[in-house]
């Protein structure tokens, strides 16, 4: 069973706006992790933010992780038609064995 | 490039046939993970090996067997395919504990029929 579940399950922006993407989760967590999978492809590792961590920023996207809410959320600020894509969060946590747990995403349309 | 590789792409079984999805890393990761990921069900673990010698279950163990041959490769077999296991399946790679993320192959997409 899931761990994480995003929402919304689409988005469709114009390019040039920001989207912004949510994740809850069940369980305590030691981290959480946001994947981007173009389509036919693998999955790609975006950015990962601690448990005891509230933002962090990479580039274009900024993370936010609220463990009183058990939520976390993907902004992706001035979009391209290339993030055109689907993002999944992650966790991991105590009772996963050390392994990531996947939500089933949200995908995300820019268009041009 | 360095990453995962998986082999092969594509594949089309017919019900009760076996095969062997390969999976090698060139980055020296401990960690090395089998996903199966089917429309509107995200992705799900199959199996995992923690380290070089180990392997353990996953959510969907059934009808898969899995052998770490070494450090860099992780294999995924299907004794007696069945259509419920047409999918596309990833196979991952990461140092112990995720702290950095996994690094994904590209998939192989498997169709029984």
């Known amino acids: 069973s899931q761990q994480g579940e995003e929402d919304p399950q689409a988005l469709s922006i114009q390019e040039g706006e920001n989207a912004t993407m949510n994740c809850s989760y069940k369980?305590?967590?030691?981290?959480l992790q946001w994947y981007r999978q173009n389509s036919g492809r693998g999955l790609v590792h975006l950015i990962l933010?601690?448990?005891?961590?509230r933002e962090k920023h990479s580039g274009r996207l900024r993370v936010t992780l609220d463990t009183s809410k058990k939520s976390s959320s993907l902004l992706i600020t001035a979009s391209r038609a290339a993030d055109t894509a689907s993002y999944f969060c992650?966790?991991?946590?105590?009772?996963?064995?050390?392994?990531?747990?996947f939500g089933k995403g949200t995908k995300l349309s820019v268009k041009p | 490039n360095a990453g995962v590789t998986q082999t092969p792409k594509f594949q089309v079984l017919k019900t009760g046939q076996s095969m062997t999805l390969q999976c090698a890393q060139d980055?020296?990761?401990?960690?090395m993970y089998w996903y199966r990921q089917d429309p509107g069900m995200g992705l799900r673990l199959i199996y995992y090996?923690?380290?070089?010698?180990?392997?353990d279950k996953g959510e969907v163990p059934n009808g898969y067997n899995v052998s770490r041959l070494n450090k860099r490769e992780f294999s995924l077999r299907l004794e007696s395919a069945a259509p419920s296991q047409t999918s596309v399946y990833f196979c991952?790679?990461?140092?112990?504990?995720?702290?950095?993320?996994?690094?994904f192959g590209s998939g192989t997409r498997l169709t029984v029929v």
């Open positions: 992650a966790t991991l946590y105590g009772g996963s064995q050390g392994n990531l747990i």
């Open positions: 369980t305590s967590i030691n981290n």
């Open positions: 933010i601690r448990s005891n961590e």
């Open positions: 991952a790679s990461s140092e112990t504990g995720s702290v950095y993320g996994y690094t």
């Open positions: 090996s923690a380290s070089e010698g180990t392997t």
């Open positions: 980055m020296n990761h401990n960690s």
